[in-house]
């Protein structure tokens, strides 16, 4: 079993020594700890996007509103407009509302707790955990995919997630004390950015190799485990497109529930392994290929036959053009396979 005492020291050490050198960061065992709000600003916009990506990003920001009062009295439009190119504006938003609350109900200080922090408007469980443990050094579980995937793999957890989050959430917990917190969580932040990478992990410049047992079993690249996506099952149909004499095709209500419900369609058989076969009249119906589709459960190959033919029964009589546009798409492709009804 991993030694949770010696991982943590090792890795610290390597912290103290390789830590990355980022615009919001303190160096390892500063003694004044890295600004609540530089914290939270880079925090969530690293939710977006890369490191490289946010570092402009976060210096426009800290030289606009160099304080989180000052990003509370900015204009709505001036941040969303800061923001464009960071993505999911409802971030923007958020961040604005946490700001102000800040700046209203705490006097343009962050609340120093992860709870505190957690109350915060948009601030989530991993943002609350991060800025109590980075800005003031509290013990706070600081989970996220790359921690994930570092646990996963010094524990050669089997579990595949997304069940194994909460596993792998209690093993991140075994290291979490009141020694060092910021530094330790940022220790495994850099650890799975720059070495136990998703692929190809650095197994030779990581300092925790001798505890690792993902690397011990010779694959850590297959932790965390995920399941493989299920394959999807084929099935098989008809669909009969009946012409009348004025060259519109019959169409059909389908039923409220199950697949398309409710849509206008072609006539169908069983969408299945051996679809029966069976037309809905008798008639000379002609054999014009097949379509193929892919819903999201399944895939269809479905072969479209044609006849002239206008039986009673409850049908909607539409012309092509109008049928292709009322159709859901894998009907109109069979009704295009079809072909002109002048050329049927
Ligand atoms: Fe990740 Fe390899 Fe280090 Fe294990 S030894 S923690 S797999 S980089």
């Known amino acids: ?50 490191t490289p990506h946010a570092t402009p990003y976060f210096l426009n920001f800290t030289a606009r509103w160099p304080t989180v009062s000052d990003l509370a009295a900015a204009e709505d439009a001036d941040v969303m407009a800061a923001w464009a190119g960071l993505g999911y504006y409802a971030r923007a938003r958020n961040l604005l509302a946490c700001a102000r609350a800040v700046a209203g109900e705490h006097g343009g200080v962050f609340p120093d707790t992860e709870a505190g922090l957690l109350a915060l408007p948009g601030v989530g469980a991993y943002t609350a955990a991060a800025v109590a443990a980075i800005a003031f050094d509290r013990a706070a579980n600081v989970v996220d995919g790359n921690v994930e995937r570092v646990m996963a793999r010094l524990f050669a957890v089997e579990t595949p997630v997304p069940a194994a989050r909460p596993e792998l959430k209690r093993l991140a917990e075994r290291f979490v004390t009141d020694c060092r917190p910021g530094d330790w969580a940022q220790a495994l932040m850099d650890l799975g950015a720059t070495v136990c990478r998703p692929k190809s992990p650095l197994c030779g410049s990581c300092p925790v190799t001798n505890q690792c047992l993902g690397f011990a079993g010779g694959t850590p690249e297959r932790y965390p485990v995920k399941l493989k996506k299920a394959e999807r099952p084929h099935r098989k149909g008809f669909a009969w497109v009946m012409i009348d004499g004025q060259g519109r095709a019959a169409l059909q209500r389908r039923p409220d529930k199950g697949l398309l419900g409710g849509m206008l369609g072609l006539p169908t058989s069983d969408w299945s392994a051996e679809p029966d076969g069976s037309p809905p009249v008798a008639a000379d119906w002609r054999e014009a290929g097949a379509i193929e589709h892919v819903f999201t459960h399944f895939s269809l190959t479905l072969t479209v036959r044609v006849a002239h033919a206008a039986p009673d029964g409850d049908y909607e009589w539409r012309d092509f053009e109008t049928a292709r546009a009322a159709l859901p798409t894998v009907f109109a492709k069979a009704l295009d396979r079809a072909g002109e009804p002048a050329l049927i």
């Open 1 to 50: 079993m991993p030694d949770v005492s010696l991982i943590r020291s090792e890795l610290l050490a390597w912290y103290d020594a390789h830590a990355r050198s980022l615009v919001w960061r303190a160096p390892p065992g500063a003694e004044g700890r890295s600004e609540p709000y530089r914290v939270w600003l880079s925090e969530v916009m690293l939710q977006q996007t890369t």
